[in-house]
Nanobody, 127 residues
């Protein structure tokens, strides 16, 4: 059974940092891209970042570029999202997701092409 579990969220002051983890079970991350998404209260879910497994390519939303870094440790079946210089507008529930098998190792462009989702971890940026 494919399962993704996020952790590492919490309350942090503006300018602070958090590292989110996404641990996979039931499948080997070596062959799958992983994306990070977030959903703020009253807003639609949006893509934040994605890392492929084919060549390690990384992609970032404009709001994340220069502040967030996505990485993977296949030996631990884990993908990380290091978030620095956090802002109140980064407050959201953060989700990791794996693509449908058609995409496998590459990052899909559409959210609809991510088929397996974690339960989310809350990130709150506030003073």
């Amino acid at each position: 059974q494919v399962q993704l579990v996020e952790s590492g969220g919490g309350l942090v002051q503006p300018g602070g940092s958090l590292r989110l983890s996404c641990v996979a079970s039931g499948f080997t991350l070596d062959y799958y891209a992983i994306g990070w998404f977030r959903q703020a209260p009253g807003k639609e879910r949006e893509g934040v970042s994605c890392i492929s497994s084919s060549d390690g390519s990384t992609y970032y939303a404009h709001s994340a570029k220069g502040r967030f870094t996505i990485s993977r440790d296949n030996a631990k079946n884990t993908v990380y999202l290091q978030m620095n210089s956090l802002k109140p507008e980064d407050t959201a529930v953060y989700y990791c997701a794996a693509p449908i098998p058609t995409y496998g190792s590459n990052c899909p462009r559409r959210e609809a092409d991510f088929g397996s989702w974690g339960q989310g971890t809350q990130v709150t940026v506030s003073s």
